[in-house]
């Protein structure tokens, strides 16, 4: 198989062949994976010396970050870098938006570049194990797990904190503050991501305490940037909903929240109690300082890498590895009589 | 000249120059410097097949990113990323703490990932041309450039704002809003960076006042993480220096600041007012929203990739760029009787 025969298998030409397999970005994503899926199909070698250089074996690792500008994610890349250096391996990174698909940008990073392993900070949690397929070397999920797809636990690894049990946590703080009409600020509520985790924990906490879940104290913001959140949030009191606390996925989206309440009229922890999930530094310097479950960015991120650096060396097979997230009190929740 | 005789000038062991020419971790910056230096004076190449191998031309740009978790560098990090790969380059990313060598960092970079030119993002202004003769390759400051130093303007090439002008801009912001103790908070007054030339932008506002400058009201956090910028700013209310407006050289620095300010119960703005540069987007969402001169993140980025690439193509010489700052009026400055 050369690739001539790739080209008129996909139905393309041999230059977009070429520039499909190695990143070139005027490709689309459908006619991207098409030609990678083919490839693979027919165990297609690309040919020509050049290519041969390419492919001795490299000491790198991919990185791909889903959601550029999420702060949270600083801390996690910076402790990656360093632990792939330690090791004595290269860092290669790269960051595209929470639209697009990290399995195939990871593929493209890990052919192009020739890498040796691919660790996705952020990314969906419904792989299909045809969708994974597509990727040639071993992969590690940071900061999420495969919770709703289909693969098997032993085709990939993953290292994450328990998002459905923090964001329980986080909710039963708020009711054992004596809350009881408790709303969520979230991405989306069902799209098979972390939020759709947190968004089960809030259910499981307020099942407990025996508060149904009502659904016009839901706000999703469809992203997770400061802008959306906040329109959520402004949104969410419009609408008229009662709420005396609200639960947000993300620090980041809580801060957009507090501002939105603030501009609504609505003071915290005065009127409505806030709690979230990450930690990033600045939330425990804004007024009020964030009450948030902490994420260990520093461990999640040596762990991926260590996880990943004995699978390439053949000392360990696939794994997942759950860390434990801390709550740190701020003073943005507030006790009530409940 | 071989290896040997490049260990024996440099007084230490043929294995310590191999991992000191190949970025490994375990050397000293003394060490690695001696070598790279005494590498360059004798004109000293690389032998062996996979040397050889390796310094083939590579597509790669490397960026060193000086100053971890710099919640302003993220946009700009993104910017460069993407114009790299537009430009059909590879993106090599390394990060250092704001007391490491960018330089020495670079130049390990550049020869252990055959690098075609670099990206300083963040660095001192105050370079020596035996300093930067270290450099293999070109290279392009992004957000500084060599105020403080004596590089002639044709050895380098950068893309910043008017760090002074913008600083006198944002003083004389607060001087038209009735304020004359103004305070001052930034990372160190002389330490040939960037901060050192917002320092001079704030005297010389103060100065076409005609308003002397009070050393009193000068902070210096030593750093930009936010623990030290709070200290710093509680440091300067406990002083019992007086002052009704505080400039901070960044946006995560006023921040910081407005918490201090917060916790020795004075509000901002009806207290004292604040500005600062950079125009963070979460800076946008606080209470008090920041009034901060926002500095042109995406740009920067994609100008410092442009003249890098130009210089690598052979299509430009080194020149340097300035890009305009934008006032954004927050809440954090208010008019008093002056």
Known sequence: MNIKTLAKLCGVSVSTVSRAMNGHPDVSD??????????????????????????????????????????????????????????????????????????????????????????????????T?????????????????????????????????????????????????????????LSCAKDGSVGELRYAGYKNALAKAGIPADPALTAESGGYSLHGAYRAAAGLVASGARFTALFAAADTMALAAVRALFDAGLRVPEDVSVISID????????????????????????????????????EAINRHVTLAAALRKGESVKKVSG
């Open 30 to 127: 459908e006619v991207r994976r098409k030609v990678l899926q083919t490839a693979q199909e027919h165990h297609y070698v690309p040919n020509g010396a050049a290519r041969d250089l390419v492919r001795r074996p490299s000491d790198a690792i991919g990185i791909v970050v889903k959601g550029v500008g999420n702060i949270f994610f600083t801390a996690v890349i910076r402790a990656i870098e360093n632990a792939t250096e330690d090791e004595g391996f290269t860092f290669v990174l790269h960051q595209i938006n929470t639209d697009e698909d990290e399995l195939l940008a990871g593929e493209t990073l890990a052919r192009s570049k020739n890498l040796r392993g691919l660790i996705f900070l952020g990314g969906r949690c419904d792989y």
């Open 129 to 185: 194990s045809a969708q994974t397929a597509l990727l040639t070397v071993p992969f590690v999920c940071c900061t999420y797990r495969n919770s709703f797809g289909t693969l098997a636990e032993d085709a990939y690894s993953s290292v994450t904190v328990d998002d459905e049990r923090e964001a329980e946590t986080a909710v039963s703080y708020l009711i054992e503050n004596g809350h009881r009409d408790v709303a969520i600020l």
């Open 279 to 314: 930690g990033i530094s600045v939330s425990q310097y804004t007024v009020p300082a964030l009450t948030t479950l902490v994420q260990p960015a520093e461990e999640l991120g040596r762990t991926a890498v260590s996880m990943l650096v004995a699978i390439i060396r053949g």
